[in-house]
């Protein structure tokens, strides 16, 4: 299996533009999750689903970012417009419900807002 | 809510010595994880631990699980300069055939010289 598979690797853009970011899970795994990376606020759940419906987005910082997943093999997270606030790495996990265990996270996509 | 400490948040050691992170954590939980994290890269999974008492081992690195304690512990055997890297450790509510958010650490930045 290729892994958990994300992309863009890099995204630069300027400030109130759209951004897409991107996510294929591992096949079969029924969980999907969306991390956010800051030196100051470290490692942050945005949003995670299962089986395709969210569970819980109490991390989604504001209206201007939205996570969708349309079916079992994607998943976007879109944020607009963007702020240079939002500059972080992003990852994208997925995970097998029934087995508990064995989080696989995705090479993540680094985001720089100017 | 729950809360995941480390400490210390950086640790530099010279190669040959020994030494020990610690993960506290807020809440009944019997799933902890321990992650690296090379510099612009991803979250390498190196243990799960999945009840009470369980220790691990990999080459120069010991993890243990202490639930009643909640606390965990990743030991460094003669350390060496690759195992230079941040660690985290992250902990999960699990109910069985569920998954459920990563809650992760502040992290551990080593570096290890010579």
């Known amino acids: 299996d290729a892994g958990v598979i994300q992309s863009p690797r890099h995204e630069v853009t300027e400030m109130g533009q759209e951004v897409t970011l991107r996510c294929k899970p591992i096949s079969g795994h029924d969980y999907l999750f969306w991390y956010r990376q800051t030196m100051m606020r470290g490692l942050e759940l945005l949003i995670y689903f299962n089986n395709n419906v969210p569970i819980d987005d109490s991390g989604m910082p504001e209206d201007r970012f939205s996570a969708k997943m349309p079916n079992a093999s994607f998943s976007t997270l879109k944020i607009q417009p963007s702020e240079p606030r939002d500059s972080a790495v992003y990852f994208c996990?997925?995970?097998?419900?029934?087995?508990?265990?064995?989080?696989?996270f995705g090479s993540g996509t680094r985001l720089t807002v100017v | 809510e729950l809360k995941v400490e480390q400490n210390p948040l950086f640790l530099s050691m010279q190669e040959g010595k020994n030494y020990t992170i610690y993960c506290n954590y807020s809440?009944?939980?019997?799933?902890l994880y321990w992650y690296r994290q090379d510099p612009g890269k991803s979250l390498e999974s190196l243990f799960v631990l999945l009840s009470n008492g369980a220790v691990k081992q990999e080459g120069r690195l010991m993890a243990s699980l202490d639930t009643k304690a909640r606390l965990s512990t990743l030991h460094i055997t003669a350390a060496v300069h690759d195992l230079s890297a941040t660690y985290f450790c992250a902990v999960t509510l699990y109910l069985t055939g569920t998954a459920s958010k990563l809650t992760f650490g502040t992290g551990t930045r080593l570096q290890v010289t010579l």
């Open positions: 809440t009944t939980s019997d799933r």
């Open positions: 996990a997925s995970i097998t419900g029934g087995l508990g265990y064995g989080y696989t």
